[in-house]
């Protein structure tokens, strides 16, 4: 039987929890990551939605900052995990003032839909097909380089992009009950 993918999600702060139950609906076997050993064993990591600004303090703090930009398997950040990804944040809250990874050749918006629709459920159109996904106080991919392909829009905003086996999506799809993205991400890793 061939083995089933350890996916690591990064478990510091956030909605890790959803993602571990979405990445066994998919097939996968899921587990937390809080330390560069635990990140060692996995073939895939996660890096989910929550407060990317603690984030990204907890990251340096654990020594995973420098563990996760050297990791060379694939990596999926949603919602505050696009966040972490992105190179800048080009407009509005934190701009320049929040530890990042800078992994993806991408500038962001953070808390991008406004406070009338801080939280909605939107049908997406996607290279994978169409998702639902989950915004929760959502960022938006505002300007990225050559190398990113742009995977998803939800109305003219890009709110889904892949560089090279590094994915990030503005939403949340492990709040929903359609695991169709996570079983692409673990089909790639
Ligand atoms: N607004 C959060 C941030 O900027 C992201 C929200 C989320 O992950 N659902 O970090």
Redesign the pocket.
Known sequence: MEHRKRIGVLALQ??YEAHIKSIVAAGGEGFEVRTPGELATADALIL????????GYLLARFGLDKAIQAFQKPIWG??????LLAKRITEG??QGGQPLLGLLDIGVV??AFGRQIDSFEARIETSFGPVTGV?????YVSEWGPSVEVLGRYEDRVVLVRQGNILASAF?PELTEDPSLHRAFIERA
């Open positions: 956030g909605d989910p939605g929550g407060e990317s600004t603690t984030i949603t919602c505050a995990g696009m966040i809250e934190k953070r808390n915004f929760i106080r959502a960022p949340h």
